[in-house]
């Protein structure tokens, strides 16, 4: 229930903010709860996961990816993530995520969330991958960014995230794309 109350507030609060580009960073500020903490006594990793897709929804409230999804009936999905732990977050902590746009491919948008504790150390980073469909078919993310940020291509793809989806072809058997390098992901 709190996730949603979190989710409510980021909806209601994002209405009146200005409008900006997809490809700038957008801070959203947190503060661990009692109730998230583990047996170990700090932030449970499964709400890493929860809190980026709040951080996410900031996003897209902001940059208007969330506004052309409901004027488009698109759905939002996830395609999976990839995080790294730094420090843990004790009870009560304040912290901060920066989400910012990394690019896209032919299906799939890749965002970064930068976790911050309030001494701006590093807590964790990760990549999440989504799309958006519609009756299901996926929305092709050159559509959606033409909706948004009309005449924009995207970057090229960091090579994190390349080696990320060379990886993910071989868990499904497939031959993956070869990273920046020129390397392909080994066998």
């Known amino acids: 229930m709190n996730l949603y109350l979190r989710l409510l507030i980021i909806w209601v609060s994002t209405a009146f903010r200005r409008r900006q580009h997809p490809f700038k960073p957008v801070l959203t500020r947190f503060r661990v709860r ?23 929804l900031d996003w897209m409230r902001r940059c208007g990816v969330a506004d ?56 964790a980073i990760a990549i999440s991958r989504a799309a958006l469909r519609k009756k299901g078919c996926w929305v092709p993310p050159d559509v959606v960014a033409e909706a948004v940020i009309p005449g924009t291509p995207s970057p090229q793809l960091p090579p994190v995230v390349v080696q990320w989806l060379a990886a993910d072809a071989q868990l499904e058997g497939k031959p993956g794309p070869e990273s920046a390098s020129g390397l392909a992901m080994a066998a």
Do not use: C
């Open 68 to 123: 052309a999804a409901v004027a488009h009936r698109w759905g939002a999905l996830l395609g999976g993530q990839l995080i790294r732990f730094r420090r843990g977050l004790g009870p009560l902590q304040a912290y901060s995520v920066t989400t910012r746009l990394l690019g896209w491919d032919s299906r799939w948008f890749f965002i970064e969330h930068h976790f911050k504790n309030k001494q701006e150390r590093t807590v």
């Open 34 to 56: 009692p109730w998230e903490i583990d047996v170990f006594g700090h932030m449970n990793n499964g709400r890493y996961l929860q809190i980026m897709d709040l951080a996410r």
